[in-house]
């Protein structure tokens, strides 16, 4: 995979890689969900120029196409970038391009609203990764950042998390990231610290149904980059023993059909005119 240079395996993108199939069939129906809930925020023009950061497999990127002239979708995993050139092409203004949201390739004051949903959150270096965002926003442009919220607000990652120790109790107990954009103190300083002006965060909430235990273990387990890196560090052997560990556990979570949720962190914030 080659290591990340900040120490997070997810700021790199062979995770991203190697869980593209299994994120557009298993992670699209929840993150739709959040897509729809910052659209509903948004004021999208026919004129309008917009980039999505960190696009994936361009879940919010196919979605605002319809209603702008153009979407830059820009992401650093060429197999993400791969679904989301296939997923829009039937949307002839989606420009997916390979980039780095910590130095994106683009003139400055190229877009009138900017994105990034569940992706800046991972940058090695988030305030720069604002930074930049801002930098290619037009005075007077609005971003919209997305990212997910303490687990004590999720039960759908508190499950996860008591699966990962029911299969290994040696893991370490969850704890809140207290230097993450958890923490909306931390997301309002991060995003005024990078310039921008208006700052406000919201938290959403949205609940996923899961009709099986299978369903389930595969919500949690497949299409998950941290999960992959997982598998990957223990080898095929390990991570199938640990599986049948975490469908013991999560067995018990019924009766079925099981509604989970997830809560995101959503900043917004304007560039001064």
Known sequence: MGDSP???????????????????????????????????????RPHMRVVDVATGPGTLACKLAPFVRQVDAVDFSPAMLAKCRRRARDLRNVVAI?????????????????????????FPDRVQGFRELLRVLRPGGQAYVA?????????????????????????PSPAQHVLSL?????????????????????????????????????????????FEVFRHDLGEAAWHARLTKIREYLSTMGPFPLRLGVTANVGSGRKAK
Do not use: C, H
């Not at 780095?100 to 991972?122: I, K, V």
């Not at 991060?190 to 009709?211: L, N, Q, S």
């Open 6 to 44: 900040s120490g997070n395996p997810l700021s790199v993108a062979a995770p991203w890689d190697w869980v593209a199939d299994d994120y557009v069939e298993i992670n699209l129906p929840l993150l739709g969900m959040f897509s729809d809930a910052l659209m509903a925020k948004v004021v999208l």
């Open 98 to 122: 390979a980039g780095d949201g910590q130095a994106l390739p683009y003139r400055a004051g190229s877009f009138d609203l900017g994105f990034s949903m569940f992706g800046l959150m991972f």
């Open 147 to 171: 990212a997910w919220g303490p687990l004590e607000t999720s039960p759908l990652m508190r499950a996860r998390a008591a699966a990962v120790r029911a299969a290994d109790p040696s893991a």
């Open 182 to 226: 958890e923490d909306v103190a931390v997301f309002a300083q991060e995003m005024r610290e990078a310039g921008f002006t208006d700052v406000v965060i919201e938290p959403i909430y949205r609940e996923r149904e899961f009709k099986t235990l299978d369903e389930l273990i595969q919500g949690l387990t497949r299409g998950n980059a941290p």
